[in-house]
T-cell receptor, first 112, second 111 residues
């Protein structure tokens, strides 16, 4: 089964509202990352949070990490139609290697 | 701008006919990855190169192979594509364990 599981699978909101996406994982990690993917395009790195950090901000993005619950959340504030995309969490396993495991993703649709 | 470029963006091949997908980067990153992504699913790591060292994932099918002739280029060879290999193939690069930079992918169709 996947290391990262995300919910919801899909989210539809109005422009200006906040969007929250959650990610859970199973094993010990070095860090957790969030990526965005527009339809038919590659993934774009948004933010990285290390295992010893609890919260991180970048512009309208806020990421939290709870290692005791093995979960993370991504909050996008004041959403815009241009935020419509799929959002993936990704974990780097604490094995010293280069294996990044992506969750199944949340499809966000922001209505103008 | 430094980037990861994948060619072609769309590739159509026949069942069983070998196909090669290419990736180039101007970022001078030492790690290059190949992912397979099927519709509405997570990208799945096939293999990666750390410099010249090739690392295959245990569940990567045997008919998938890769070459990295130099730092800038990496190729994905599918020896005998089956219908189940139709997917988006994403190339990514990183400097060591830093976040990855992705190309826009090659969408592979099998006739």
């Amino acid at each position: 089964s996947q290391q990262g599981e995300e919910d919801p699978q899909a989210l539809s909101i109005q422009e200006g509202e906040n969007a929250t996406m959650n990610c859970s994982y199973k094993t010990s990690i070095n860090n957790l990352q969030w990526y965005r993917q527009n339809s038919g395009r590659g993934l774009v790195h948004l933010i990285l949070i290390r295992s010893n950090e609890r919260e991180k901000h970048s512009g309208r993005l806020r990421v939290t990490l709870d290692t005791s619950k093995k979960s993370s959340s991504l909050l996008i504030t004041a959403s815009r139609a241009a935020d419509t995309a799929s959002y993936f969490c990704a974990t780097d396993l604490n094995t010293g290697g280069f294996k990044t495991i992506f969750g199944a993703g949340t499809r966000l649709f922001v209505k103008a | 701008d430094a980037m990861v470029i994948q060619n072609p963006r769309y590739q159509v091949t026949q069942f069983g006919k070998p196909v090669t997908l290419s990736c180039s980067q101007t970022l001078n990153h030492n790690v290059m990855y190949w992912y397979q992504q099927k519709s509405s699913q997570a990208p799945k790591l096939l293999f990666h190169y750390y410099d010249k060292d090739f690392n295959n994932e245990a569940d990567t099918p045997d008919n998938f192979q890769s070459r990295r002739p130099n730092t800038s280029f990496c190729f994905l060879d599918i020896r005998s594509p089956g219908l189940g290999d139709a997917a988006m193939y994403l190339c990514a690069t990183s400097r060591d364990l830093e976040p990855q930079h992705f190309g826009d992918g090659t969408r592979l169709s099998i006739l």
